[in-house]
């Protein structure tokens, strides 16, 4: 089994390390991947993806 690592990053996405498939809530595969970024300031127009919206929006994480 392979491990993941997540990790917030400064007023940014979280960034998950290791082999991952990202679903949507149907099911479908949204992104595979050994690397991905996952937003968590609400602004991407990719969600579940970062899509940098964080740097125009100037997320600043609590
Ligand atoms: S964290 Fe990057 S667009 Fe939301």
Redesign the pocket.
């Known amino acids: 089994m392979s491990e993941i690592t997540i990790t917030a990053?400064a007023n940014?996405?979280?960034e998950v390390d290791g082999a991952c498939t990202v679903l949507n809530s149907s099911g479908e595969v949204v992104k595979e991947g050994n690397k991905v970024?996952?937003?968590?300031?609400?602004?991407?127009?990719?969600?579940p993806?970062?899509?940098?919206?964080?740097?125009r929006?100037g997320?600043v994480a609590p």
């Open positions: 990053q940014g996405p979280l970024y996952l937003c968590r300031c609400g602004h991407s127009a990719n969600k993806m970062c899509d940098g919206s964080h740097k929006e997320f």
